[in-house]
């Protein structure tokens, strides 16, 4: 079995370890590693080594010294860290091979000063160079794996190196064997002066992305640089053999906790985790509180799937018939009793229904215990049954209906709460498993949706229609349609003159959207429900009112100082944010937002009145102008122009425009027309799109009209080329205000 290779080894053990005892643990190791290595090293010393026997020297022998004390103290220190690390190595990566490299160079490091006499010098400065170049290198690798994001610049610098350190270890390591002739001081003090900058580069790095790691590298950069300082005087014999074996000692136990420092910390986060997931006993009284409806003590939807999986798993059960219940009129309870009282008898209901269904056999029970439950609780007041179709032995229609008449049967006559009584209607929606989905929550979904088609209806129960989904469907397609449009700027944008019938002169411009989708371009009015859906009726809007600055900045090199109109359709646009938006590009483009109209829809104020209010609040204080499309007359709208908070109004005069419009048609725009007049308010007639509802509109005194009967829209890329035909056509027209400044 390799113990290194699976989580569940770490977790068993992690399971029995505190932090104490894991400290405990390592420091018997230790003690344990270094007692043994004192007595290794004391018995070789004890033992005396002969000179040779011709000559007949004397016996020589070797006490215990100073450099054999601190080989055992190292290897005492780095087995049993090197243990946890190889331990966890598999949960929390870390790069072990560098400590143990460093281990080995250092144990050399110390036997070469105690028992080399040939070659003493090259082979001490080799195991020099290699530590001190791994104790960069580890720190280096420590600190990418832990916390470095690898695509940073920081990481490219640290690359960069490890490999300036690793070759310049192996130059002058060669050197030093391969043409002793060179001064090896000279290039140690080279090495030595290439590791401290490298040091201090990683300091300067780790300052701006991790501040408080900062001191740790500092500690190691000074213990390394004392070290190297001591090997050069050491080399010129002004310093004793034992301050150079502290000073490597202390560099060694300062790389020791620099490049664990982070992996500590992260084995200390893993135990503490465990131990409190170990701590996290669930009692049978929380399960069933997570498995059961509280207001109804019914199993809950995620039970009733975990419940019709383990039955499918085990008996190879897929054909099923899903009855979702509703009680249609509940809504009236919450709303006189509230939801605390209300959930009462809503109880009294799932008791009467339980209790009808528990003798039925082929009604699947939800509950894992012994506990009869027939009967599961979903969402929004929605109850669950699944008969098992397997088990029957009439049709499954014949089956469905009495089932469903049994708990319309089972609602009593009145239930009551105090004063209030009321008698339950139920709406019962049927999904089969092998044909309406192929999951229990997808049948259970369009279970739900027979349930709203049988209230539709009025009826105790529908089966589901598949074209209910196929609409709902194609509804997200359009959905996601329009959202990757309007994201890749697709929806087109365009502007609709308004021109002065007197002496077709432009009066400005209104903004119109279309969408281009399965072969027909739709305008705003006609997926601005799909915008809405999608949650992209913001950006759109976002995408118009840029646009309509473009036009503006355009129409301001023509020097045409008009203003454009932007419709606001949705009351899902009446917050803060419009404002703001808006006056952003104000700032952008400095362009006077006098010449922006903002055109809301009568509907739109309706629903959202205080809002709308608000909003043209902020709109007025930025001088925006604010227009009501298709103005009707209502009292909403002639309550914001008592108020002086609209500049304008649109009349629509599309009864106008049709063949068939009769006198009622035609008499309701022109009141209209007489009204605005008659209040001496700025009104455009909109949608005038044939001749013979311009000449109406005409005869009923309008001024200003956009449509195609006068120009359709326009591409911004066109609208030089558009104004310049239309001045050479009109030349009354050719008036341009240059008193004006955007």
Request: with cysteine; aromatic share 10%; hydrophobic share 50%.
């Amino acid at each position: 079995m390799d113990l290194l290779s699976g989580r569940s080894v770490y977790q068993r053990l992690v399971a029995k370890l505190t932090p104490a005892s894991l400290v405990s643990l390592c420091c018997q190791l230790w003690s344990m590693l270094f007692v043994m290595g004192l007595l290794s090293f004391s018995a070789s010393a004890s033992t005396p080594l002969l000179a040779s026997e011709v000559d007949g020297a004397s016996v020589i022998s070797h006490s215990f010294t100073f450099i054999d004390f601190n080989i055992a103290f190292v290897l005492g220190l780095s087995l049993p860290m090197l243990l946890v690390v190889l331990l966890v190595r598999r949960l929390v990566p870390n790069p072990w091979w560098y400590f143990s490299a460093l281990m080995l160079s250092a144990l050399g490091f110390l036997y070469s000063l105690n028992y080399l006499t040939d070659n003493q010098a090259p082979a001490v400065l080799s195991f020099a160079i290699t530590c001190i170049a791994l104790v960069y290198l580890w720190s280096f690798a420590s600190t990418n794996m832990l916390f470095v994001d690898h695509e940073s610049e920081y990481f490219a610098h640290v690359k960069l190196g490890e490999k300036v350190l690793i070759a310049a270890s192996v130059i002058y390591i060669g050197t030093i064997w391969l043409i002793p002739s060179i001064d090896a001081y000279i290039g140690w003090l080279a090495f030595v002066a290439l590791v401290l900058f490298t040091g201090a580069v990683q300091i300067a790095m780790m300052a701006k992305i991790a501040p408080e790691h900062v001191i740790r590298l500092v500690g190691q950069w000074l213990l390394v640089g004392m070290f190297c300082g001591v090997i050069f005087f050491y080399l010129h014999a002004q310093v004793e053999l034992e301050w150079l074996v502290i000073s490597f000692v202390l560099s060694f136990c300062g790389a020791l906790i620099n490049s664990n420092w982070e992996l500590v910390q992260r084995i200390y986060q893993l135990i503490s985790e465990q131990k409190e997931v170990n701590a996290k006993q669930l009692t049978d009284e929380q399960i069933f509180s997570f498995t059961h409806d509280p207001a109804t003590n019914l199993p809950s939807y995620q039970q009733a799937i975990l419940r019709f999986e383990q039955l499918s798993f085990q008996n190879q059960l897929t054909d099923f018939a899903v009855v979702v219940v509703k009680p249609k009129n509940f809504t009236d309870v919450n709303r006189v009793l509230g939801h605390q009282n209300s959930d009462l008898l809503l109880l009294q209901l799932a008791y009467c229904l339980k209790r009808e269904v528990a003798d039925l056999n082929y009604l699947m029970n939800f509950d894992f215990s012994d506990i009869n439950a027939k009967l599961a609780r979903l969402p929004s007041l929605h109850f669950m049954l699944a008969v098992d179709l397997n088990k029957i032995t009439h049709s499954k229609e014949i089956v469905v209906d009495e089932l469903c008449r049994r708990l319309a049967g089972a609602v009593p006559p009145a239930m009551s709460f105090k004063s209030f009584s009321l008698r339950f209607e139920l709406a019962c929606g049927v999904a089969y498993t092998n044909e309406h989905g192929q999951t229990l929550a997808e049948v259970i979904a369009h279970a739900g949706d027979a349930v709203m088609e049988a209230q539709r209806r009025n009826a105790l129960w529908v089966e589901f229609d598949a074209q209910v989904a196929l609409h709902s469907d194609q509804q997200l397609q359009r959905m996601e349609h329009l959202k990757l449009d309007i994201q890749q700027d697709k929806v087109q944008c365009q502007l609709l003159p308004q021109i002065d019938l007197g002496n077709h002169q432009i009066r400005g411009f209104s903004q119109v959207a279309t969408w281009y989708y399965n072969g027909e371009n739709l305008p705003l009015e006609a997926f601005i429900d799909v915008a809405e859906q999608s949650g992209e009726i913001f950006t759109l809007s976002k995408k118009m009112i840029v646009h309509a600055f473009k036009a503006l900045f355009e129409l301001k090199k023509l020097n045409i100082y008009q203003p454009i109109g932007i419709p606001v359709l949705s009351e899902k646009l009446l917050e803060p944010d419009l404002a703001e938006f808006i006056e952003q590009q104000i700032a952008t483009y400095n362009i006077s937002a006098k010449y922006l109209v903002i055109q809301m829809s009568e509907p739109v104020m309706q629903a959202a009145c205080e809002q709308a209010k608000n909003l043209i609040d902020q709109l007025k204080a930025l001088e925006v102008k604010i227009c009501i499309a298709d103005f009707d007359g209502s009292y909403e709208s002639l309550r914001y122009i008592r108020k002086l908070s609209v500049d304008q109004v649109n009349i629509s005069c599309e009864p106008l425009c049709l063949a068939e419009a009769g006198s009622a048609e035609k008499a309701i725009v022109n009141s209209l027309v007489s009204l605005a007049r008659t209040m001496k308010l700025s009104f455009v007639g909109s949608h005038v799109n044939s001749k013979q509802g311009l000449e109406h509109y005409r005869a009923m005194g309008g001024q200003a009209v956009e449509g195609d009967a006068m120009s359709p829209p326009i591409q911004l890329a066109d609208i030089a080329t558009w104004t310049e035909t239309w001045f050479k056509r009109y030349p009354s027209a050719h008036t341009r205000n240059s008193t004006l400044n955007i």
